[in-house]
């Protein structure tokens, strides 16, 4: 099992990274959250990975963070859900973000990743209900009702649930929902 890969970045092409460990290069596919963080071309990098050996290909799937892989291993697990919808679901949402809609059990935020539909994302939600949170060392966020009706309006209003997080983490500690709203909208006025 190759759980770990650290080289020299040879080549991006997403999702798919080349990286040299030693003289050996490996094709390693990685979601886009950890794709647009790699460092430029001939610089080191290393990866958590995950190693997929099927009949007809050995595919390896790579990671910035630990909490990024566990959810992918997490998402496998799902009957239906294959490594590259696992791919593709942590492309569009955060480690974090995915850990907010189970724990909200909002199919809307899953349904507008690529590839999921309603009925997909109401299995991914009730089959990952209890199993994202502290076991991978995310924080239940938001912290409070007053910071969830915050993000849910400034995912309303049209903004990323990147962008919305980000703004809510900016916010100061036991803010109202109407001048958090001002101020989160100030913040990304910006």
Same mark, same amino acid.
């Given at each position: 099992? $190759? %759980? *770990? !890969?650290? %080289? $020299? !970045? !040879?080549? *991006?092409n997403p999702p798919q990274v080349l990286i040299d460990c030693h003289g050996v290069g490996y094709e390693v596919d990685v979601p886009m959250s950890t794709f647009y963080n790699l460092p430029a071309l001939g610089e080191k990098l290393a990866l958590l990975t995950h190693f997929v050996v099927r009949e007809d290909a050995q595919i390896l799937y790579g990671f910035a963070t630990a909490q990024e892989r566990s959810a992918f291993r997490q998402l496998i697990k799902i009957s239906g859900v294959g490594p590259r919808m696992a791919l593709g679901v942590l492309s569009g949402m955060s480690v974090a973000d995915i850990a907010q809609a189970v724990t909200a059990q909002d199919a809307g935020r899953l349904? *507008? $990743?690529?590839g999921i539909g309603k009925k997909t994302a109401e299995r991914l939600l009730l089959e990952l209900k209890g199993k994202f949170g502290p076991d991978l060392g995310i924080a239940a966020s938001p912290t409070s009702d007053a910071q969830a009706d915050i993000l849910q309006a400034l995912v309303a209003l049209g903004y990323s649930d990147k962008e919305a997080a980000l703004a809510l983490k900016a916010l100061p500690e036991g803010v109202a929902v109407g001048e958090g709203i001002k101020l989160a909208l100030k913040a990304l006025a910006r």
């Open positions: 099992m $190759i %759980g *770990k !890969l650290s %080289g $020299i !970045l !040879l080549e *991006k349904v *507008k $990743i690529p």
